[in-house]
């Protein structure tokens, strides 16, 4: 069956880039799908940031757009988030998921998700 | 604060049903078929229970419905059982603009 795992860095200084991949198995990125990042800031609800096609195509939260950038990896099967100049309030869990195709924008599966912390 | 509004908490009795509710606009929620919910337990990611307002995902029971009206989605799930505890978040489109916009989350208590 399809899984996501996320890695990366668990701890970003203020200022700097939050870098992290999404690796998919069980299932081919470039068979179709959109696929999404999600986070999570502790005892919070869930806020989407992004998502992209296997071609490239990408849409971003509003409030982010400014700060984020999604890239999909097909030969490696994965995809990755970038957000520039964090602040604590970006300290949260992070989560990828596949997602329909828009507008159909459930999201399933999940991966497990990584916490991310923002400080000096 | 949240693009759609969710009760902070539910709660029932086991074997009784409870219903959660999702508040949007004619935005989101009541502009379009694309309501989605969500359960998640501690420390644990969200799983999908509901798509397309109404439409279960293999492996979910049917204890799980979805439906809507107007502006608000709701979630029922009958039949409750201690596992179902957990919080729950409903996601809808909102527009090729804002695109996917989430509730606050509602957590569910079994008495």
């Known amino acids: 069956q399809v899984q996501l795992q996320e890695s990366g860095p668990g701890l970003v200084k203020p200022s700097e880039t939050l870098s992290l991949t999404c690796a998919v198995s069980?299932?081919?990125?470039?068979?179709?799908?959109?696929w999404g990042w999600i986070r999570q800031p502790p005892g919070k609800g869930l806020e989407w940031i992004g998502s992209i096609y296997h071609s490239g195509s990408t849409y971003y939260n509003p409030s982010l757009k400014s700060r984020v950038t999604i890239s999909v990896d097909t030969s490696k099967n994965q995809f990755s988030l970038k957000l520039s100049s964090v602040t604590a309030a970006d300290t949260a869990v992070y989560y990828c998921?596949?997602?329909?195709?828009?507008?159909?924008?459930?999201?399933?599966?999940w991966g497990q998700g990584t916490l991310v912390t923002v400080s000096s | 604060q949240s693009a759609l509004t969710q009760p902070r908490s539910v709660s029932g009795s086991p074997g009784q049903s409870v219903t959660i509710s999702c508040t949007g606009t004619?935005?989101?929620?009541?502009?379009?078929?694309?309501v989605s919910w969500y359960q998640q337990h501690p420390g644990k990611a969200p799983k999908l229970m509901i798509y397309?307002?109404?439409k279960r995902p293999s492996g979910v029971p049917d204890r799980f419905s979805g439906s809507k009206s107007g502006n608000t989605a709701s979630l029922t799930i009958s039949g409750l059982q201690a596992e179902d505890e957990a919080d729950y978040y409903c996601?809808?489109?909102?527009?090729?603009?804002?695109?996917?916009?989430f509730g606050g989350g509602t957590k569910l208590t079994v008495l």
């Open positions: 996601c809808s489109y909102a527009g090729s603009y804002t695109n996917v916009v």
């Open positions: 397309d307002v109404s």
């Open positions: 998921a596949r997602q329909g195709i828009n507008p159909h924008n459930w999201f399933d599966p």
């Open positions: 069980g299932y081919s990125i470039s068979s179709g799908y959109y």
């Open positions: 004619s935005s989101d929620v009541g502009g379009y078929n694309y």
